[in-house]
């Protein structure tokens, strides 16, 4: 069992940044492939970024390419989701995700399965 903590949210101005972290206890999380999920308001949760626990290869969804940046820290048991050129369609609970790595990253798009997060709100206000 692993328990995920996310930090890091807050309301910003579009165009600023957060650097939203996830942090792993109760087990070690060096062997999981972890990722990040949004949902916002009336709208189902969606993917935002993943990387893998091996290699560190990244997967992002189309709409974050170029503006987020995934990265982890296995001896901190952490992954990071730097963000950059926020927009208001960003506004979402943002909420970290992990699990073993039994699937291809670009699964994570339609397949939501393994640990959750109680995730952490990101506000871009206009």
């Known amino acids: 069992q692993v328990q995920l903590v996310e930090s890091g949210g807050g309301l910003v101005q579009a165009g600023g940044s957060l650097r939203l972290s996830c942090a792993a206890s109760g087990r070690t999380f060096s062997s999981l492939d972890v990722g990040w999920y949004r949902q916002a308001p009336g709208k189902e949760r969606e993917f935002v970024a993943a990387?893998?626990?091996?290699?560190?290869?990244?997967y992002y969804a189309d709409s974050v390419k170029g503006r987020f940046t995934i990265s982890r820290d296995n001896a901190k048991n952490t992954v990071y989701l730097q963000t950059g050129s926020l927009k208001p369609a960003d506004t979402a609970i943002y909420y970290c995700?992990?699990?073993?790595?039994?699937?291809?990253?670009?699964?994570?798009?339609?397949?939501?399965?393994?640990?959750w997060g109680q995730g952490t709100q990101v506000t871009v206000s206009s």
């Open positions: 990387i893998s626990w091996s290699d560190g290869r990244t």
């Open positions: 995700n992990a699990r073993p790595p039994y699937m291809d990253l670009p699964a994570w798009d339609r397949i939501l399965t393994g640990y």
